[in-house]
């Protein structure tokens, strides 16, 4: 899977995807 | 809303009920960021629209090694515009919340 998961100290979690496609800036 | 290169969306459909919601958060424009960027994908995330400030949310993002501190407030200031638009919609749809 793509998916990671971060759990902050403070016990919030943040969970790490991929970019929705499309939503990137072109250089 | 600004371009602060770091954009914030919903990540459900917000019924305008529920106090927390999930938002996604992804860097679309790193050069406008101070520090070096490490692309790691979008960051999902809740947030409490009543009890939560999202300068706080991005500290602990730079505390997670999302971010560095220099850009802290940049990623703040992005969470801050979403959540008020979500909160200006809110009102505007009559909204309990």
């Known amino acids: 899977s793509a998916t990671a998961q971060v759990v902050h100290s403070a016990g919030r979690r943040f969970i790490v995807s991929p970019v929705p496609e499309g939503r990137l800036k072109e250089p | 809303a600004e371009d602060t290169g770091v954009r914030v969306e919903l990540n459900e459909e917000d019924d305008g009920k529920k106090s927390t919601i999930a938002l996604k958060l992804w860097v679309e424009d790193a050069k406008k960021l101070k520090g070096k960027y490490k692309d790691t994908g979008a960051i999902e995330f809740t947030f409490d629209l009543q009890n ?46």
């Not at chain 2, 703040?76 to 919340?97: C, H």
């Open chain 2, 52 to 97: 939560e400030v999202p300068e706080v949310v991005a500290q602990e993002m730079v505390e997670s090694g999302f971010f560095l501190e220099c850009d802290a407030k940049i990623v703040g200031k992005s969470i801050r515009d979403r959540v008020a638009l979500i909160k200006w919609r809110r009102v505007r749809t009559g909204s309990p919340n």
